[in-house]
Every structure is written in C-alpha cells, then in structure tokens.
C-alpha cells in the first residue's frame, strides 16, 4: 500500500488546460475522493495516476518514489473502469485470474485467491458465467474483484458507479465502503455525484476547470465551503449579498438587503467594508421566530414531498430556497408574509468575488 | 405481412430459387442420385483417382497457406493504421487497397514473364547472389506461385475486416489489461489478438474460400493439379463423365466445414454487446526512425502487391523481353491491337452489357430485400437475410457448374446463349454486396421520417421515393458501381459459361488471347491494362461517393 502524491501536476491537450497546477497528497489506507463536474479534470488526474498519460508538468509520487519513469504495467495500481472493461472473450474467474497470472502467482494459489476475491464482492457462485451474462451490478462486482485481487497499491476508481440505476448504486456504495474497511487499501476514487463523495470519503478535493478548490473532510466542504463554486457545487445554497461591517474573532457581522447578520468567517476574511455574500443551506432556514439572524419574507411556492417540503420565499428582491423536515402542518399559503431566521453557525460569509472556477 | 412485402418476397424467392437453390439442388441430386437411385459411385471414383484426390488435397493446402500468410501480412498492416499516427496515412491507406482492382489472374499473365525460368526475378535475384540456380516458379514451384498471386490479390479484403475489427475494441479493455501489468506481446496475444477475432474470422472465410476455389489463376500458371481446375475440365466433357458433379460437392462441402469448423474454433461471440464508454482510442505518435518503419513497411507491400500489375502493364508495353530484367524496347502495338481486335471489341460490349443488366437487377432487388428488411421485419425474415447472403460462400465456379448442368436441357441452355445467365450468375454472385450498402443506408435514415411524409399524405411507395431514396443515394450508387465493377472482374462463372467466342465478356476474351501462339500474352496483356484503367476509374468514383463506408461492403 502507498500515499500518492500529486505535486504540482499540469496537463494540457492541444489548447486545453485539463490540469492546471494540482496538489495533492493522498494518506495511506485514505479513501480519496475527486469531485467535481465533468470536464474538471479528475478523470485526467486519476489515468495520470495509472499510468495512461504523463503529466506535462509536476510529477507523481508513491510514497516517495517518483513515477514519471514507470510504465503503467508496472505500477500495481488497479483501475475499476466506468464501463467495466471486463473481458468479454475471458468467464469472470479467468477475468479475476488475469493480473495474478500477469504477476506469476502460482496457479493453486491463483485459484484460492481469485475465490476468495469472488467470495468477498459475492459473486463466488457466477464464476464461470460470461460478462455478457451478467447484470450491470454483477459486472461491478467482478470488476471490483479483479482489481483487490492483485494487492495493488492503490485502488483507482473511474465514476463506478454512473452506469447503474438509482437502488444499486446505493447499495454498492455501502460495499465499496465496506470493502475499503475491510482492506484497508489506499483508494482514490473519481465522481461527479456529491452524494457519493459526501456519504463515502475519508476527504474530498473539489474540483473545477482543472483546479482544486478546496480540500477536506465530507462534513466540512459542505458546511464551511471555501468559495461560491464549491458552495453551489455540493448541495443547494442561497447567496445573500452584503458588505461586511465587522469582525468578531471566528465570527462577522454583514450588512444586506434583508438586515444585518452574523456569521461565520469562511476564510481569512478580516477588511471590514469588503463585498461579501452570506451562504445559508435551505436546510438551515427555518420558518417562525427567534434564532440569531431573522427576517420577514413572502412564502412565494411550496412542493411538498412527503418527507420534505421545499420552500421559496421572497425578501428584498431575493428568491431564497428553505426545507423544512417532516412537514406535519400544511404550509400557509402563497403570498403570505413569514418569519424566517437561522442561526449564525449554519450561515457563512464568503468573499463576493470568489467564484472559484471562473478565474 | 403486408401486400407489398409478399410481392418482394415472392420475387426474391423465384429469383434466388431458379439461379441459386435449383442448379445446386440439381448438382445434389445429380452427384447422389445418378440414373434416380441413391449412390455414392462417383464419389468413391473421385476417391480412388490419385489425381482427383490429390487435387482435392492441393487445393485445400493451397488454400489453407493463402489464408494464413494473408492474416500474416494483414495483422500488422491494420495494427499500424489503426493505432499508429504516420505521414500520408490516407493516401497510403488507399494504396493498400490498389490490389483489388484486378482479377488475379490478369496479374499472372504478366507474372509470367516475371517469373519465367529465364525471367526478371530469377535475373534479379541470381545478380544479388541469392540464388545460384534458377528456380521454376512456374513449374514445380508453381504451387508457390499461386499462392504468391492470391496472397497479393486478396490481403485488403483481410485487411479491411481485421482493421475494423481491431478499431472496434474497446480501448479500456487493453488499457484495463496494462493496468494488470500486461504489456507488449503479451498484451496483443491475451487480449487485442482474440478480441479482433471476429473480423479476422471473416477476412479468413472470403480469402479461404476464394484461393481454394479461384479458377483463373491455375489455369494461366497451367497449375492443374487443383481442384478448380479439374471441375472446369469436367465441364466441357458433362455427359460422359458425370465425377463433376461429385467435385462440386466435394468442394462446397469442404467450403462449408470450413466454415462452421472455423467458427466453432474462434467461438464467435458477440463482443461488441458489451457497453462502450470511457476514453477514445488514440492514435499513437511514434518517433521519426518508426515513421519511417511503418511508410517504409506499407510501400513495401504496395510495391509488392503492384509487382503484376506492373509486370502486365510492362508485358502490355513491350517488344522484346528475353534474358532481362526489363524489356529491351517498347512500342504501343498491343493496345490498337487490343482496341481493333474482334475479339476485344465484343469482350468489352458484351461484359458491359451483361454488367449493366446484372447491376440492374441487383439494385431493383438489392433496394427492394434491405427495404423489407429493415423496415417490415417479419416471421422468418433472418431466413431471408441468410439466403441473400448464401452466395457469399457459393464460389463462382460451383455457381456456374450448376447451370450448365442444370439449364442445358432447358431454353436457357448456355451452349446456346449464354446471355440471361450469365446475367443472373453475375447479379446472384454480387447481389450481397448491393443488400449491404442499401441495408446500410435503410439503418441511417430514421424511419420517422418516412413517418412524417405519410402523415402528410404521401403513400409509402412515394415516401419511399421522395425521401428515403433521395438519403440514401451515395449508398445506392456506390454500391451499384461496385456490383458492375465487380461484375466486370468476374472470371470463373465467365469462363465457364461463356462458350460462343460471340458471347464471351473481357475475362473470357483474355483467358482465349492468352492461348493464343505469338501476340496472345501481349494484346492480353493490353486488354487487362484497359480493364484495370476502367475498374479503377470506377472504384474512385464508388469510394468519393460512398467515403468511409466503402470499405463496410468489403467486411463479413
């Protein structure tokens, strides 16, 4: 097992920057996720890792050990495909076999472990279907399989999921989950899905146009985004425009259309009288009275869906989205004026021009 | 089923039954059932005559080593023009294909001169010291010679299955075997190698069955200890000696274990079920020394494949060519010969006459099959679809066999007037390739638009005429081109049917010059000069309008 270092990696193709000056350093035993939209740059990044293209600037590291003049067969790195790539000419035990073979694994060995690999992802009992044979989630497994059965170093993961339906790509990500548990192994793994990154990774790298815009635990991309992009990137938000009056240790006070608030400071914000938007989750707007930020608005539309109902009100010229959790009660009416407050913690104050991705 | 489509059906049924299913029904019953009993005499002759048994034998080994050293010059050719980027790729890619623009029998006339006891190559090569005695190509080597011509003959239509093939594999499952730790030899045996089966599969069949069935080639090298030949003697000789009938069987027999032999072998799966996704393949920029390996590699077998044209173009040009490598004078004699000469003449009338009628009708039918096809599947139409392909594996020869023995006590007998089936031979033998290209265009065209312009009122017949004809035209065309040209190169059934020096097409009019004491070789030379200018006018046009789907019509 190794930590994979990425220092400082560019990538271009013809006039396209796919990868511009991106660091990161992968712990061992880490479950690393790329997130970001298509196009970002992530797949790049992982098929660098792998071996299947040369960073044009920057190298990359295992552990120490720099691969720039290491070929991708030797790199014992495995790669789950979006698509698979499972042989179709090879049943799904010769398949699983393939890399051991490759690495001279004596053939009573090569069995035990190629059934122990099946056994592990649940698929001991269709070794010797075809991959034509298979369901899209059967294949998965398989491919899972063939890449853990190897030992690689590190796990690499190309958006494994995308190509099944909702329900199993629910529970796969609980088995990958698992299975990283289980091994322990170094896995970095690519998607656009902000649900898969948030409920599976040890830390996130969000990414845009070839950048990485902020690094960190699931818990604190979400709650403390580092700019605008990674802010509306991962789940819905509302920005509120303002300036910023003053600074109060962790804590600022902004001026807006809807009054003033308190919030946390998102980055090193300290000018008082720069622009700043104020971010709140819908989540975190609650209707009714108290909290430490409050305002009147109009309710404008509401859609409930059973376990939510999904708000929009209207303050100041704003259309702001709020949730509220096991709605009981039905909503008041469209045009009826509401109380909404949330509290200072679940807001925060990120600089106006942070756009992230558009500079 | 709908009125329209019976009336196709009907008519493609009578069609294909009284040129295709009846002769080879009669030859069946003819070989099995002589004098209306059951009996395998003629086939335990056949058995007992060491010359037809050897014959059989040679064929099938002549066959066999064709097929595979065609596989062995076409893998690496598809494997660098697919994954390799190299100046000129497209003007190159189109070279390789040059071969195919004349009969190979044509190419042995000049090939004889070349290959001669006293000829340019062993010249050649005894000068450069490789040689210390001259070796007959043309006698006890003449095996050699023969599979010489077919390899250089038919490696693009091995080529052009094993180069759609390998593009059709799906790039990350070899990168998916790289990431294993596979590289190199390796890699392209475990992986590349059987995923591109498939096409070299079918490159295989036609190349097989072509070489172990091609008349013309043996019979300008005098090589006649191959089974081709043996039935085309028989041909002449049908009522007395009734073993032809048997060969017949024979070779379609063997043809057909072939066939299914070689599928079991390569277990044929459909590969190309599984999703695709992930990264394009790209094509690989290697250094100036492999540039210049891959051109280098390419040239080298254009030039190598360009030797009989060459040599027919020389034999054409030359007035004397004994003991050298190149004639010692030239002169244009031959070609007014050939343009003035009785037989050229009604050669090049006749075999445009019978190619227009034969396109003819594979367009009507070809348009008219792919229509009901794709549009109207119905209960048993893969029966259909099977039996239009059929004369895919039928050889020319066997083809053309079953009518004489089957139409000669008939009106249509060819002792007679060979025209209407020489006709229907032609038509049957390219009506594949004229399915394909409309079958082609039928699956482009989104059938709502048909839709569309029968909602506005049009009937079927006149949507069909006012917008899917119009789209599909380039297919059309070019697929027709092809049927002519091709009808144009036809040489077994054309030799075999064509027995009034009044009705023989340009193939037949060579083989005759040919015999001929003196000038023959050089006015036939002349001739297959013309035919090779004229197929390849007609190939170019076919390929600006067909483009990139032109090598499709060519794949298995």
Known sequence: MVGIVIANVSKRFGQTVAVDGVSLRIERGELFFLLGPSGCGKTTILRMVAGFCEPDEGEILFDDRPMGAVPAHRRNTALVFQNYALWPHMNVAANVAYGLEERKVPKGDRTRLVARALERVRMGELAHRMPNELSGGQQQRVALARALVIEPDAVLLDEPLS???????????????????????????????????????????????GRVEQIGDPRSIYRTPANRFVASFIGETNLIAGTLVSVEGEYGCVRTALGEFRARLGSALTTPGSKVECMVRPECLHLGQGGDNAFRATLASSVYLGEVEQLVVEAGGLELRAVTANPSASAPGGGATVDVHFASDDAIVLPAQSEGGSR | MRRSTIIVVAVVLAFLGA??????????????????????????????????????????????????????????????????RFPAKGILGGLLLVPMIMPPFVGAIGMRQFLARFGSLNILLMNAGIISSRVDWLGASRFWGVVIMEVLHLYPIMYLNVAAALANVDPT?????????????????????????????????????????????????????????????????????????????????????????????????????????????????????????IVGFILGV???????????????????????????????????????HKLTFDGIRNSIFFSSMSTVVDVLLGVAIAYVLVRRRFLGSDLLDAL????????????????????????????????????????????PYMVRAAYAGFQQINVTLEEAAVNLGSSTLRSLRRVTLPLISANLIGGGILAFAFAMLEVSDSLVLAMKERFFPITKAIYQLLG???????????????????????????????????????RV
């Open chain 2, 516 to 554: 001929r004491i003196g000038d023959g070789p050089y006015i036939a030379s002349a001739l297959g000069v013309w035919a090779m200018v004229f197929l390849a006018l007609s190939l170019m046009t076919a390929g600006v309008l067909l483009g990139r789907r032109m090598g499709q019509l060519f």
């Open chain 2, 388 to 431: 239009v392909m059929l004369p895919l594996a039928v050889p020319g020869l066997v083809l053309a066999f079953g009518y004489v023995a089957a139409f000669s006590p008939t009106f249509l007998n060819p002792r007679e007037n060979p025209v209407p089936l020489l006709v229907a031979a032609y038509a049957i033998r390219r009506l």
């Open chain 1, 163 to 209: 190509n099944l339906d909702a329900q199993l790509r629910l529970e796969m990500r609980h088995e990958i989950r698992r299975i990283h548990d289980e091994t322990g192994i170094t896995m970095l793994y690519v998607t656009h899905d902000q649900k898969e990154a948030l409920s599976m990774a040890d830390r996130v790298a969000v990414m845009s146009i």
């Open chain 2, 302 to 340: 254009v030039g190598l494949a360009c030797l009989p044209h060459l040599a027919v173009v020389l034999t054409s040009l030359s007035d004397k060519w004994f003991m050298t490598v190149l004639p010692e004078s030239y002169t244009l004699d031959y070609y007014h010969a050939a343009l003035g």
């Open chain 2, 19 to 84: 040129f295709l299913v009846y002769p080879m029904v009669y030859v069946f019953r003819a070989a099995f059932f002589p004098g209306g009993e059951f009996s395998l005499a003629f086939f335990s002759n056949i058995a007992a005559n060491p010359v037809t048994r050897y014959a059989i034998g040679n064929s099938f080994l002549l066959a066999t080593v064709s097929t595979l050293l065609t596989a062995a010059l076409a893998i690496p050719l598809a494997f660098v023009s697919v994954r390799y």
């Open chain 2, 173 to 293: 499952l070899e990168e998916a075997a790289v990431n294993m730790g596979s590289s190199g030899w390796r890699l392209f045996r475990r992986i590349t190698l059987p995923l591109m089966l498939p096409g070299l599969f079918a490159g295989s069949v036609i190349v097989f069955i072509w070489a172990f069935t091609d008349l013309g080639t043996p019979l300008v090298f005098e090589y006649r200890r191959v089974i081709p030949v043996q039935i085309f003697d028989r041909v002449t000789e049908l009522s007395d000696n009734p073993e032809g009938y048997a060969l017949v069987v024979v070779v379609l027999a063997l043809t057909l274990i072939t066939f299914i032999a070689g599928k079991r072998m390569f277990g044929m799966k459909g590969f190309e079920t599984l999703g695709k996704g992930g990264a394009a393949a790209t094509e690989k920029s290697p250094g100036p020394l492999g540039k210049l390996l």
